[in-house]
C-alpha cells in the first residue's frame, strides 16, 4: 500500500497490525475496518485469480503445473525440477526469510540497517512462466541490475506473472512484480541454485490485467487453435500488452528497502508512532487509521471514540494539521513545515511574494490564493475571487446538462451515470405558462439516472443507451422549445466536476461506438461525436466551450471551509444556490475524501447471486439497491447544478460571453480517396484538435499556475518603451527557466485576467465592424520575443498583428489600452499549435485512390466498416508518395545506386566531420546511399543529426543530385542540421551549391552566414519571390 499511498505512518503502524490486542497494551494505534463490504472486492479479485487459472489449466493441460487448478501453492524447487517444456507454474511459493539478509544487502540494504526491515515469509508470485528464451533477452540478477543473455545460452527463461482484478495498471502494481522478481532471482541463485544451469529470471515480467485476452481467447476457437503451441503463441502476445519495463519500476523497490522503509522504522522505534509523519489526501480513502467514524463497527466505533487522537482524521482536525487545506500536497506541506508554518492558521496573511512560496512548484502556483484558502479553513467562510477573469463557464447560455459519471477503474466499467438538464431564456423573455405553472425564465427538463447493474459490457451498454436517448431527447426538446417560442439560437453548456468522469465517459463510448454508430436516430449518433476530445474546442467566434469541468473552476475561484479534499457533495454542502439545497446522501454511500458513490456499492449489486442485498443490515431485493444507487447518483447531478447556479451568480463580473451552439452533426469521411486516407484524415483532425484543446486550456489558465509549469514569461513592470511598440519589461524571479526562447512567436496574456487571450472585439467592446469582432486575441496580436536575459531577467518584446488581415484589431486594442503595459503585469505563453489538417486533407485528396492503395486491417476496424465490406479498388495512378504510404516496404529494398556510388559516399562521410562516424552511423549512410528509402533511428544523443549532415555533405559534393529537400517537424531541428552542414560545406571547395532555407510567411527567417564563395546562402518567407540556381 505504501507505494501507492507513500504515508509514512501507515506503513508504520502496518507492521504490527496482525496482533490488535498487542498493539493496544503497546499504546499503537489498533486498525479499524474502514470501509463496510469490502471483503466483496477481495473476493472478486481472488475469483478472477481463480477463473484465469481455470481457463490456463483446461486450455493448456500440458503447459500448466498446478495444485487443485491454481487454488493452493506449490514447490518452486518441485515444479523447475519437473518441468521440460513451456509451463506457466501456479502459485509458486518460496520462503525469502531464508535469504532475506543476503537478498537485502544484493540491492543496496545497508548492513546496520537490515535490523529494520521486518520479517519476510510466504512470497507467492500468482504465477511463473518458464519458457523458451527469445533472441534479444536480458537476466535479472540478484542485485537487481541486468545482463544480457550470450547467444549461446539456452536456459530456459522465468518470466513473473501478477494477475490483477484492473484495467489500468500503476506504479504501485508495477512494482510489485519487480519485487517478486528480485526476490525469485535471489532464490535462484541460492536456495535454488541448482537450478542455475537451467534457468534465469528473466526481465520480462508483467501484470495479467482484468481485460480480454484477445489473441489467446480468439484462438481456442479456431482450428489453428487446436495445435496448443499456437496457445501458447498467442498467450505470450497478450501477455507482451501487460509488460512491465523493469528497468523503470525497480529503482522504486530498491528505495523502498534501502531508503523508506528503514528511516520509518528507525523514526517510529526511536521517537513513538506519532512522530511518523501522515498526510490525510484522498488515497487514504482504503486505510485502516484513517478514522472515517460514520463507516465503523459498533465495536469499533467504541474504540475510535475512546482514542480519537490516534486516527489521522480527527488528530489532523484537532492540531489544525496542514492536510486540512485541500489543495496542499504532502511535498508542498513539507516545504511550509520547515519553513516555520506547521498549522493552517499559520499561512493566514502570508503574503504571495514569500520566499518560502517559492521553493515548491506548487506553491509557485497557489500563491496567490494561499492565504485566502488558510483564512476560509480557519473561519469556516467562503470566499470568492470575484476579480480575476475566469475563462470556460459561459455568461449567458439557453441550456445547460450536469453530467455526473461514476466508474470502477478495476473493473473497466461505468457504475452510473446521472443526468439533470434545464432550459434558459433569453434576457428579458421567459417560457410560457404551461399546466397551471406560471410563465418563467427556468425550464427544468428533468433529471435521471442509469445505473450498470452488473459488470458485463452488455449492462453497461443498456445504461450508455438509455443515457444517450435521454440526453437526445431532451438537446432535441429544447432546440423546438427555442424555435417555438422565438427565442433563436439555442446556446448549450455541458457540465462535468471532473476531467475523469467526462474521460471515462468517451472511453465508454468508444468501447460500445459500432453499437452508436448503428442507432437510427440522428440525434442519438451525433452523440458519438459530442463526447470524443476533438468536439471540446473553442470556437472562434465564442468565449466559451460546450463541455466546462466545475471542479477547476472552483478550485481557483472559490476557498471553501472543506478539508483534505476538494469533492462535489462536499463543497456543495458549504457552496450552493440558495434554491437548490444540497440532498441528503446516506453516509453507507458517501466517499468523504472522494468525488465517487464506494466501490462497495455496486459490488454488492454486481456479486449479488440471490437477487438481494444486505442493506442496513436487512436483505433488501436487489432492485432496491439499484434505485438507491439511482438516487444517490442523482443527488450528485443536483449538487453540480447547484454548484454551477451558484458561480454564475458569484462571478457574474469575472465570466463573459455565450455559450456556444451545441453541434448535432455527424461528420462524414472524405470521399474519392482511399480508404486508409479517411483514417489518416481523420486522426490528423483529431491530433490537432487535441492539441488545440490543451493550449486553450492554458488561455484561461491563471498566469502563477503556467509559470510554475514553465510555460509563462510573467513580465512585471516596464523598464523602457524602445517605439514602435517594442519593450523593455523586467521578468519575474520564477520566469527564468520557462520553456520558451528568444525568438519565438507568442500569445500576450494579462495576470489579472485568465482567459485574456479568448477574449474578442465584442466583449472587450472595441467598436469594431461586425465581420472584426469576434476573432480572439491570441489570434490577434503576436508578442515577439528579441532578447531574453535569463540572469538578469529582462526582456525585449516587439507586440505586432498576428497576419495584416488583422490590422485593424490590433490597432484597436493597443489605442484603448486594453493591455496594461506599464500599469499592472502581463504574461508570454506560447501560442496555438500549427496546424497542418487542412494541408494533409488537401495532400490526401491530390493522391485520391492509387492502384497499390490496399485497406490496412486497422483503418478497416478504426472507422468502424465491417472488413467483409466491398471496398472498390484505386484506379488513380501510383505517384512516388502513393509508394510510400503503401509499398515502403518495396521502396526500402529498391536499390537507387550502384554500390561503387555507395561505398564513394560513404568513404567520404567516415570523416566528413569534425569528429569520425562510429560503425552504426556508417551503416546508417550505407542504408541511405544505397536505397529509395531509409529510416534511421535512435535514442536521443545517438548521432542521428550528425550521421545525416555527413551523408548530405557526401552526396552534394558528388554534384549529382540537382536539388534535395531537406524537412522536419519544426524550424529548431531544421536549424540545427542546416547549420552544421553550412560549417562543412564553407571548407569544402567541391561542395559548391545554393542553400535556400525557407519560413513561413508568419516567421522571421533565421539569417545564414558563411565566407565561403562557393556557397550561396538565403533565408526568405514563403512569400519573397527567388529563383534558385541548380546545382
Known amino acids: 500500500m505504501y507505494l501507492r499511498t507513500l504515508c509514512e505512518r501507515e506503513l508504520y503502524l502496518s507492521l504490527f497490525s496482525n496482533n490488535p490486542s498487542a498493539l493496544e497494551k503497546a499504546g499503537i494505534p489498533v486498525p479499524l475496518k474502514s470501509r463496510p463490504g469490502v471483503q466483496l472486492i477481495t473476493a472478486s479479485g481472488r475469483e478472477f485469480e481463480y477463473e484465469q487459472f481455470n481457463v490456463l489449466c483446461s486450455a493448456l493441460p500440458s503447459n500448466v503445473f498446478a495444485k487443485n487448478s491454481g487454488t493452493a501453492p506449490v514447490d518452486l524447487s518441485e515444479a523447475l525440477s519437473t518441468i521440460t517444456a513451456p509451463t506457466l507454474i501456479l502459485q509458486p511459493q518460496i520462503e525469502p526469510e531464508h535469504f532475506r539478509d543476503l537478498a537485502l544487502t544484493n540491492i543496496g540494504v545497508a548492513k546496520d540497517d537490515l535490523k529494520y526491515i521486518p520479517k519476510m515469509s510466504g512470497l507467492r508470485p500468482d504465477v511463473i512462466f518458464a519458457d523458451v528464451r527469445r533472441d534479444n533477452e536480458c537476466e535479472i540478477m540478484p542485485n537487481g541490475t541486468r545482463r544480457q543473455l550470450a547467444d549461446d545460452d539456452k536456459r530456459m527463461a522465468l518470466s513473473v506473472i501478477d494477475l490483477k482484478n484492473i484495467t489500468e495498471a500503476n506504479a504501485s502494481y508495477s512494482a510489485e512484480v519487480c519485487l517478486y522478481a528480485i526476490f525469485v532471482a535471489n532464490w535462484l541463485h541460492n536456495e535454488g541454485k541448482t537450478f542455475l544451469g537451467k534457468y534465469f529470471v528473466s526481465e520480462r515480467i508483467y501484470l495479467w490485467r482484468h481485460i480480454e485476452m484477445p489473441n489467446f481467447t480468439k484462438i481456442l476457437s479456431t482450428k489453428e487453435g487446436g495445435n496448443h503451441a499456437n496457445r501458447l503463441k498467442a498467450l505470450r502476445q497478450d501477455l507482451d500488452d501487460g509488460s512491465v519495463p523493469f528497468l523503470i519500476y525497480m529503482p522504486s523497490v530498491r528505495k523502498f528497502f534501502c531508503e523508506d522503509l528503514p528511516r520509518v522504522v528507525r523514526l517510529g522505534d526511536s521517537e513513538g508512532w506519532n512522530a511518523v509523519p501522515y498526510h490525510v489526501n484522498p488515497r487514504c480513502s482504503s486505510c485502516d487509521w484513517l478514522g472515517n467514524r460514520v463507516w465503523l463497527s459498533d465495536d469499533d466505533r467504541k474504540h475510535f471514540d475512546a482514542h480519537k487522537d490516534n486516527y489521522c482524521t480527527p488528530a489532523a482536525e484537532k492540531s489544525d494539521h496542514l492536510s486540512k487545506m485541500a489543495s496542499l500536497t504532502k511535498g508542498a506541506s513539507g516545504v511550509l513545515f520547515t519553513g516555520g508554518h506547521q498549522k493552517v492558521a499559520s499561512l493566514v496573511g502570508i503574503k504571495a511574494e514569500a520566499p518560502v512560496l517559492r521553493k515548491h512548484s506548487l506553491l509557485k502556483q497557489d500563491r496567490g490564493q494561499i492565504s485566502h484558502r488558510a483564512e476560509s479553513i480557519s473561519t469556516g467562510k467562503v470566499t470568492v475571487d470575484g476579480v480575476s477573469k475566469v475563462g470556460g463557464l459561459a455568461k449567458w447560455l439557453g441550456a445547460e446538462f450536469d453530467i455526473i459519471v461514476n466508474f470502477d477503474s478495476g473493473s473497466g466499467f461505468l457504475t452510473g451515470i446521472a443526468i439533470r438538464g434545464t432550459l434558459f431564456s433569453p434576457y428579458g423573455s421567459k417560457f410560457p405558462a404551461t399546466e397551471g405553472k406560471e410563465s418563467s425564465s427556468v425550464k427544468p427538463l428533468g433529471e435521471d439516472a442509469f445505473v450498470i447493474n452488473k459488470d458485463t459490457a452488455v449492462a453497461e451498454w443498456a445504461a450508455i443507451l438509455s443515457f444517450i436517448e435521454r440526453l437526445a431527447d431532451w438537446i432535441e426538446e429544447g432546440g423546438k422549445q427555442f424555435t417555438a417560442n422565438g427565442f433563436g439560437t439555442l446556446h448549450t453548456q455541458i457540465c462535468f466536476w471532473e476531467v475523469r468522469q467526462y474521460e471515462e465517459l468517451c472511453n465508454a463510448f468508444g468501447r460500445h461506438l459500432l453499437d452508436i454508430l448503428d442507432l437510427q436516430n440522428r440525434y442519438q449518433r451525433a452523440l458519438a461525436w459530442l463526447f470524443p476530445p476533438d468536439e471540446l474546442l473553442e470556437k472562434t467566434d465564442h468565449l466559451c466551450p460546450n463541455i466546462v469541468f466545475i471542479r477547476d473552476i472552483i478550485s481557483g475561484s472559490v476557498r471553501l471551509p472543506q478539508f483534505f479534499a476538494t469533492t462535489l457533495l462536499g463543497t456543495a454542502e458549504h457552496y450552493h444556490h440558495a434554491r437548490l439545497q444540497p440532498r441528503k446522501v446516506d453516509n453507507y454511500y458517501f466517499e468523504p475524501l472522494g468525488d465517487a458513490i464506494p466501490r462497495e456499492r455496486i459490488f454488492e449489486i454486481w456479486k449479488s447471486t440471490t437477487g438481494t442485498v444486505r442493506i442496513f443490515g436487512k436483505t433488501r431485493p436487489i432492485n432496491e439497491a439499484i434505485t438507491r444507487y439511482g438516487n444517490v447518483l442523482q443527488a ?193 505563453l506560447e501560442g496555438l499549435p500549427f496546424d497542418d489538417s487542412k494541408t494533409v486533407t488537401a495532400i490526401l485528396k491530390t493522391i485520391g485512390t492509387p492502384r497499390c492503395s490496399i485497406a490496412a486491417p486497422e483503418a478497416l476496424t478504426a472507422m468502424g466498416t465491417s472488413a467483409a465490406k466491398r471496398i472498390p479498388k484505386g484506379t488513380d495512378p501510383d505517384t512516388p508518395v502513393a509508394e510510400l504510404l503503401w509499398q515502403a516496404n518495396k521502396l526500402a529494398a529498391k536499390v537507387l545506386r550502384t554500390n561503387q556510388d555507395v561505398e564513394a559516399i560513404v568513404t567520404f562521410a567516415k570523416t566528413a566531420n569534425k569528429h569520425p562516424l562510429n560503425p552504426s552511423q556508417i551503416d546508417a549512410v550505407r542504408s541511405c546511399a544505397k536505397h529509395h528509402l531509409t529510416i534511421v533511428w535512435g535514442p536521443p544523443g545517438t548521432g542521428k543529426t550528425d550521421t545525416l549532415v555527413a551523408f548530405v555533405h557526401s552526396v552534394i559534393r558528388q554534384k549529382k543530385a540537382k536539388k534535395i529537400l531537406i524537412a522536419g517537424p519544426n524550424y529548431r531541428t531544421v536549424e540545427e542540421l542546416s547549420e552544421r552542414l553550412v560549417k562543412n560545406l564553407e571548407d569544402d571547395a567541391a561542395a559548391a551549391c545554393d542553400y535556400y532555407c525557407l519560413y513561413s510567411k508568419s516567421r522571421e527567417p533565421k539569417p545564414l552566414k558563411t565566407h565561403a564563395e562557393h556557397l550561396n546562402l538565403k533565408s526568405q518567407k514563403q512569400n519573397e519571390r527567388s529563383s534558385p540556381k541548380s546545382g
Not at 527564468?736 to 525568438?743: H, P, V
Not at 461586425?770 to 540572469?791: E, W
Not at 498583428?801 to 500599469?823: C, E, R, Y
Open 636 to 828: 450528485h447531478a443536483w449538487a453540480l447544478g447547484s454548484v454551477t447556479a451558484r458561480l454564475r451568480i458569484d462571478l457574474k463580473a469575472a465570466i463573459s460571453g455565450n455559450a456556444p451552439e451545441l453541434s448535432m452533426t455527424i461528420p462524414s469521411g472524405m470521399t474519392g480517396v482511399a480508404y486508409d486516407s479517411k483514417l489518416w484524415d481523420r486522426w490528423s483532425q483529431v491530433s490537432a484538435a487535441v492539441a488545440k484543446t490543451e493550449a486553450l486550456g492554458s488561455f484561461i489558465a491563471r498566469a502563477e499556475s503556467l509559470e510554475a509549469a514553465y510555460k509563462a514569461i510573467v513580465l512585471t513592470r516596464l523598464i523602457k518603451d524602445h517605439g514602435n511598440n517594442t519593450f523593455e519589461f523586467a521578468v519575474s524571479e520564477d520566469s527564468s527557466e520557462a520553456k520558451i526562447e528568444e525568438g519565438d512567436s507568442c500569445t500576450v496574456g494579462i495576470v489579472s485576467w485568465p482567459g485574456f487571450p479568448l477574449a474578442n472585439g465584442k466583449s472587450l467592446n472595441l467598436e469594431l465592424e461586425p465581420n472584426l469582432s469576434f476573432i480572439p486575441m491570441h489570434k490577434v496580436i503576436a508578442a515577439y520575443i528579441n532578447s531574453f536575459d535569463r540572469v538578469k531577467k529582462r526582456l525585449i518584446v516587439t507586440l505586432s498583428a498576428k497576419w495584416h488581415g488583422v490590422d485593424a484589431q490590433f490597432n484597436a486594442v493597443m489605442s484603448n489600452g486594453v493591455l496594461p503595459i506599464g500599469t499592472e503585469p502581463i504574461y508570454l
